[in-house]
């Protein structure tokens, strides 16, 4: 589904489309934000006009500026007012349950709904577009969508409602009714993984699977240019055997990104390194795993010096995004880390890594969508993120196959297809097929 980049690019005029989204900069703390970002960026080549709505940045839990997360110049981007209840109405740590449904953003709606059908008239916006997974987004969405009058496409970058997420009984049940309000209403349903089709098609099936459609999360080519350039100005040099001399030298592999306990739980990772450090098989000599911008460093340090392999992990702080993606084409490895409750998704780093076209060790069930999308690229060595003996094994021969050079990485002419502009080619397909031209 999803099919390959529709139209053709044009630079400047076009149709309106209103992207409402949670995560937009100046936000820092997740991926998340490179959804709407990109396309807003892209999209304009395929003759749609992006404006933005968003919430006020006093709702974010962290903001600032970063390099390779600009927003396009003449972009526009209205805020509406709105609060985390858990962080902004809270008092002694509790809030009342009807500002936090569908979730702690709520009160972003009361204002964004207005807000939007202001922008809708000055703009003539032909289209919606939202995405989860702030549910509060989707709930402007409807409504607007049923005031305008306008094609409706709702993006869910995860699943939404699971039967213990939310895991509050009262969010889970406003989960549950909102879901059935955007399927009533909704004119497309976009995913980011085809096994959340497979759900969404069981579970309202009336709907109808002719309108559900997958678009990958992507690259961004333009600020890999950037980070490139920054680097010297060329892409690292293919893989090849490391000769004596090299194959002494340590090797680093590389996570980028959150490390969220209940979905890419590291335990078993640091027990296959503890359990090989003891053996002598692996020392701080040989390897170096960079945990970048994990999140919760301090409750890491704690266990990696509890099992003695401090010296092989490093927790670092986060970097800019130019930084970041810096980082990845220079080591030796990267890492990928994806527990079986998240078969349904696929990181959206996973797209950079590829990008990257260094080795990838995905930690992952072989079952998922994330194996499935490594299998179909014809890269990654994967082993289970809940298996410390299959860690072992993996890890063993990752660093055999970096030594050999035999590690599998995307050919330089097949990485296109990953791209953020070739996704809002195929987001400009969807929004064609609902407008009619004028």
Avoid at 49 to 63: I, N
Avoid at 169 to 177: Q, T
């Amino acid at each position: 589904m999803g099919g390959g980049v529709a139209g053709q690019l044009v630079e400047q005029g076009g149709r309106s489309v209103l992207l409402i989204a949670y995560h937009f900069p100046p936000y820092r703390g997740s991926s998340g934000l490179q959804r709407t970002l990109r396309f807003a960026q892209h999209l304009p080549r395929f003759g749609w006009q992006p404006v933005v709505l968003s919430v006020h940045p006093r709702a974010y839990e962290a903001t600032g500026a970063s390099a390779g997360n600009e927003v396009p110049a003449g972009l526009a981007i209205y805020r509406a007012f709105g609060l985390d209840a858990a962080r902004q109405l809270s008092l002694f740590g509790r809030y009342p349950a009807q500002l936090a449904l569908p979730d702690r953003w709520a009160s972003w709606h009361w204002w964004a709904v207005p807000m939007a059908l202001r922008i809708i008239r000055r703009h003539g916006c032909a289209a919606i577009w939202s995405t989860f997974p702030i549910a509060t987004a989707h709930r402007i969405g409807l409504e607007v969508a049923q005031r305008s009058g306008l094609p409706w496409i709702a993006e869910f970058r995860d699943p939404m409602w699971q039967a213990d997420w939310p895991p509050e009984p009262r969010a889970n049940a406003a989960w549950v009714v909102l879901e059935k309000q955007i399927f009533a209403r909704a004119d497309r349903a976009v995913f980011t993984a085809p096994s959340s089709v497979d759900i969404y098609a069981a579970r309202f099936p009336r709907f109808g699977l002719d309108r559900m459609s997958v678009i990958e999360n992507g690259y961004d080519e333009e600020t890999f240019a950037r980070a490139e350039q920054a680097a010297g100005g060329r892409e690292r040099a293919a893989l090849a055997p490391r000769d004596a001399a090299q194959t002494s030298r340590r090797v680093t592999i590389l996570h980028s990104g959150i490390i969220y306990r209940s979905e890419r739980d590291p335990t078993q990772l640091f027990a296959a390194l503890a359990s090989l450090k003891r053996r002598g098989v692996v020392t701080a000599d040989r390897l170096r795993l960079v945990l970048r911008a994990s999140g919760p460093e301090v409750d890491f340090a704690a266990q990696l010096a509890r099992l003695d392999i401090a010296d092989i992990v490093a927790v670092e702080p986060a970097l800019d995004y130019i930084a970041a993606l810096q980082e990845m084409l220079g080591v030796d490895g990267l890492l990928l880390l994806q527990a079986a409750n998240c078969n349904m998704q696929i990181p959206a780093k996973l797209y950079e890594y590829l990008r990257a076209r260094r080795p990838i060790l995905a930690l992952t069930d072989p079952a998922g969508d994330t194996a499935r999308t490594l299998e179909r690229a014809g890269v990654g060595l994967v082993a289970p993120l809940d298996s410390q003996q299959q860690i072992e094994v993996a890890l063993l021969r990752f660093l055999e196959q970096i030594d050999s050079g035999t590690a599998p990485v995307l050919a330089a002419q097949a990485v296109g297809q990953y791209s953020r502009e070739a996704g809002a080619g195929r987001l400009a397909g969807l929004l064609d097929s609902l407008v009619t031209p004028e």
